[in-house]
């Protein structure tokens, strides 16, 4: 078993759309990161969270401790949102990547 | 810096040859990392330091990759007798090292590596 999971693993979408993008971990922690990936490859870091909700603009990241769960949702999303998001959890020092969801908005 | 920088961008070897890449991490950043992504697959975690120690090298896949952080600043990881297996994404990462283990890392551009 993966321990990170991410769900789901493809999603398109029209523009405007809610968008949700869920991580599950099965480890205990110290934070979680949110990464972007564009089709270049480039890697950017979107929300660090070790706890309750960040917000940047269109996105918001939650995490719930407990449950061992995180979620990245995209507000009137938007076809420049295209990416792959991944869900990558601290332990240590190391990150442990999820396989990441490849989102396509389309306009 | 502005960001963590990777060099080469790009590098195509032949099998055989050995290869080095480069890592300039944010200036003042404690710890560095280096990760490989395959293509289609996420990236994985291959070692990492502490100013100019290597804290870890559980995840360098044989002994034919080393790295080395000589002065706490710029990284190198080296590739010996390259094979078409090596052929990935190898990405770098800086993070200010402070105290309390939740420092968010910042990515290079990373190093696409060919083995032919």
């Known amino acids: 078993k993966n321990e990170v999971e991410q769900s789901p693993q493809n999603l398109t979408a029209q523009e405007g759309e809610f968008i949700t993008i869920n991580c599950s971990y099965s480890?205990?922690?110290?934070?979680l990161h949110w990464l972007q990936q564009h089709p270049g490859g480039g890697i950017v870091s979107l929300f660090m969270?070790?706890?309750?909700?960040k917000k940047h603009g269109r996105l918001i990241a939650t995490i719930n401790i407990q449950e061992k769960h995180s979620s990245l949702h995209i507000t009137a999303s938007h076809p420049r949102d295209s990416a792959v998001y991944i869900c990558?959890?601290?332990?240590?020092?190391?990150?442990?990547w999820g396989a990441g969801t490849k989102l396509i908005i389309k306009p | 810096g502005a960001g963590v920088s990777q060099s080469p961008r790009y590098k195509v070897t032949k099998r055989g040859q050995d290869v080095a890449l480069r890592c300039d991490p944010i200036s003042g950043h404690v710890s560095l990392y280096w990760y490989r992504q395959a293509l289609g697959q996420g990236p994985e975690f291959l070692t990492y330091?502490?100013?100019?120690?290597?804290?870890?090298k559980s995840g360098l896949p044989n002994d034919r990759f080393s790295a080395e952080r000589p002065e706490g600043s710029i990284s190198t990881l080296t590739i010996q007798r390259t094979e078409q297996r090596d052929s990935a994404m190898y990405r770098c990462?800086?993070?200010?090292?402070?105290?309390?283990?939740?420092?968010?890392?910042?990515f290079g551009p990373g190093t696409r590596l060919t083995v032919l």
């Open positions: 990558a959890v601290k332990i240590n020092y190391q990150l442990i």
């Open positions: 990462a800086s993070s200010s090292g402070l105290a309390g283990g939740k420092n968010e890392q910042f």
């Open positions: 480890v205990g922690i110290s934070a």
């Open positions: 969270l070790s706890s309750g909700k």
């Open positions: 330091f502490n100013y100019e120690a290597q804290q870890d």
